[in-house]
């Protein structure tokens, strides 16, 4: 069994948020690997549902924040939803993966979570004006 770490970066680099999860097979595929990222981050927030969800992809309804997403109320979030929703962000080049040193690029490319255990989730920001 695999344990991964998942890892937020800002594009130049900077860490933002990081945490584990143990128990995985040895090789997943980046879909696989999407999904269970957001099915966690979901079920930590709806454990204790707030104003404020901190998310890969933003939820329905809710308004961007540094570093977040702003519920207008809070509510439980449907993590297969928001785990659609980050395979079209994946697709559409709204964030991408790098597992171990390399870039993976296909939602169905497998990842040896022997050889690269970390995964980094970087977030693309659209530029102002363009």
């Known amino acids: 069994m695999a344990t991964v770490t998942f890892r937020d970066e800002t594009a ?10 143990a128990g995985l097979p040895e090789r997943m595929t980046v879909r696989e690997l999407i999904r269970l990222r957001v099915r966690e981050e979901v079920l930590r927030y709806n454990a204790r549902p707030g104003e404020r969800f901190n998310g ?3 939820p329905d309804d809710a ?3 540094l570093n977040g997403y ?4 809070p509510r439980r979030i449907d993590w297969e939803r928001q785990a659609d929703i980050a395979e079209r962000a994946f697709l559409a080049n709204g964030f991408f993966v790098l597992a171990g040193d390399r870039q993976v690029d296909d939602l169905d490319e497998m990842v040896d979570l022997t050889a690269d255990p970390d995964l980094v989730f970087i977030r693309l920001v659209a530029l102002a004006g363009g």
Request: charged content about 40%.
């Open 12 to 21: 130049t680099g900077r860490p933002v948020t990081a945490w584990e999860v």
């Open 56 to 58: 890969l992809v933003r």
């Open 63 to 65: 308004e961007t924040e």
């Open 70 to 73: 702003r519920l207008r109320e």
